[in-house]
T-cell receptor, first 114, second 114 residues
Framework: EPEVTQTPSHQVTQMGQEVILRCVPI?????FYWYRQILGQKVEFLVS????????KSEIFDDQFSVERPDGSNFTLKIRSTKLEDSAMYFC????????????FGPGTRLLVL | QQQVKQSPQSLIVQKGGISIINCAYE??????FPWYQQFPGKGPALLIA?????SEKKEGRFTISFNKSAKQFSLHIMDSQPGDSATYFC?????????????FGAGTQVVVTP
């Protein structure tokens, strides 16, 4: 069964450093998302991406965040200058067509900012 | 603004019992209501979903009940098993044709005792 994959599974970084989280969505999917989950809290929407551009972003997704689909398979989330409060589990999700509605989540990247 | 409210925060049920988790939403534009199951260290996985044109949907031991007038929906897990021990999130989105941003509830940690 096709699945969303994410790398790395864990990332530890120093405050102020840049991190790039990588995702490989399901191959024929068109909509891509990043969510985050701070430990013990709910899953929060960060950004959606369609047709090579951001379609919607939350207030969390400020200028420190960016997304990119550098090739036909990868989808990345970059945090330019990490803060302590960026420590969370980051999930990538993908969806086939708008009418299908089911988002498939990857296993997540646990980011720890020291 | 908390668009999707979920209760209870945690639930302990004996094997064979019924687990009931409730969610309420505020935005009447929501028209897709999925439930996700999450095991520790894993990404959320779609369990079952409903659209507001039906009042109930059943898949195996899992049933969603939907009350459009009350803006509430609930998940019933029948004959609960230890393997059902997980965190359950309700969610809502606006679709089809939208970008599919999921608004999650706070989650319910379910523990099924042997």
């Amino acid at each position: 069964e096709p699945e969303v994959t994410q790398t790395p599974s864990h990332q530890v970084t120093q405050m102020g450093q840049e991190v790039i989280l990588r995702c490989v969505p399901i191959s024929n999917h068109l909509y891509f998302y990043w969510y985050r989950q701070i430990l013990g809290q709910k899953v929060e929407f960060l950004v959606s991406f369609y047709n090579n551009e951001i379609s919607e972003k939350s207030e969390i997704f400020d200028d420190q965040f960016s997304v990119e689909r550098p090739d036909g398979s990868n989808f990345t989330l970059k945090i330019r200058s990490t803060k302590l409060e960026d420590s969370a589990m980051y999930f990538c999700a993908s969806m086939g067509l708008a009418g299908q509605e089911t988002q498939y989540f990857g296993p997540g990247t646990r980011l720890l900012v020291l | 603004q908390q668009q999707v409210k979920q209760s209870p925060q945690s639930l302990i049920v004996q094997k064979g019992g019924i687990s009931i988790i409730n969610c309420a939403y505020e935005n009447t534009a929501f028209d897709y209501f999925p439930w996700y199951q999450q095991f520790p260290g894993k990404g959320p996985a779609l369990l079952i979903a409903i659209r507001p044109d039906v009042s109930e949907k059943k898949e195996g031991r899992f049933t969603i009940s939907f009350n459009k007038s009350a803006k509430q929906f609930s998940l019933h897990i029948m004959d609960s098993q230890p393997g059902d021990s997980a965190t359950y999130f309700c969610a809502a989105s606006i679709g089809p044709g939208s970008w599919g941003k999921l608004q999650f509830g706070a989650g319910t940690q379910v523990v099924v005792t042997p």
